[in-house]
């Protein structure tokens, strides 16, 4: 058993440390501030190499290691938890599915994304349906050499940035998830109209919802073949949803080390007060669990890496991680006393940015029925058991 990264990848991370030492965390709470999608770093990021770098590199990837992903996502969420919302989770969702994509998909769409020229978005939620996403209504019907899109996307990150959609839409209604498809919806597109969100944190990559009427695009921008966009879609989320984990870890790690040294530093009754237990055990137990729950982030990539399921453990972490982080943050604010309470910290940001992990691709009671169908079994699934 390893607990380390290889000389490679702690080149690769040392690499990245740096990177976002300079470029990303000193501009963390500007972005938010200005609510402003820092497009000229996701384009460092892609001449990096690093956007969809899990991808084979005959198709553009650099053909990484799913572990190796996730260290990196790691360390750039250690500067920015909202930027690699985008840049790496969502990111990691579109370049596995255009990677589906046909030739011309793949010259036009993942080609630009991977290079960081052109940012897409990942369009399955819908105004009525979330977590039962199979309950979709938009819809594509095909005509001729084109699909007509209709329908609307809600709650979708980076929505208003992004060049081109990813929409889930069905084809058959009548067949559940096997009538659900994908397309790439350039947003341009005449019948394309965009709304954006108020959000309270992740704000840099701002939110919006999609609207479709009558859409036409080229039958060619089909991904895969008509009734595979769920399974697609699914395979996906057994890894984005560890990355999250990790995007919500980072900025929690990185709180707890600002914490350390500060009660190091502030003495209160003639000593510092990290010399209190009721200041320092605190620290110890949120490290301890975010440790605890780090590791099992990297088993499950691994266990991917392997080609084994990282199902349950993607369902696990999705739901331990922001929970952790967020109780995490929130003690390393109050210990910072009151000047932790102002913006002048970052501790509020990463407070409101994390806790969107807890909703985003899928909530903390969708990943803990994820961990409960490979726990106990797909027979005990409230969905299921209700349809005997
Ligand atoms: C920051 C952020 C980014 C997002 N980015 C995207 C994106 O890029 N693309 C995209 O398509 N969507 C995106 N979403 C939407 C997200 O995927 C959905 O919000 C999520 O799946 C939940 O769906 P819903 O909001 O419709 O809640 P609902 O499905 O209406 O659920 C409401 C509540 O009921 C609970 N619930 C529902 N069913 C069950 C059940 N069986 N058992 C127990 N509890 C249940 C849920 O956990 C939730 O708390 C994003 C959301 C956020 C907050």
New binding site residues.
Partial sequence: MHFEFNEEQLALRDMVRKFTEKEVAPYYTKWDREKKYPKHINKKIGELGLIGMAIPPEKGGMGASHVTEGMVCEEVSRGDCSLT?STFV?GHLDAEILAHGNDKIRKEFLEPFLAGDQIP?????EPG?????VAMKASAVKKGAKYILNGE??????MMDADFAIVFAKTDPAAGARGVSCFVVPTKYPGVELQSYE?M??RSVA?GSIFMDDVEIPADYLIGKEGTGFVMGMQGFDISRILLALEAIAPAMVSLEETVEYTKQRNAFGRPIATFEGVSFPIVEHISMLEAVRLLCYQGLWLRDQGRSSSKVAGMVKWMAPRFATNAIRDCLVLHGHPGYTNEFPFEQRLRDVL?IE????????SK?VAQREIFGRDYL??NYRNK
């Fill in positions: 919302m969502v978005a990942f369009a399955i939620t349906s979330g977590t039962d996403a996307k809600a709650g979708i990150t980076a959000d944190g992740v939110r969107a909703i985003a691709d899928g909530t903390s009671q969708v029925l409230p969905y």
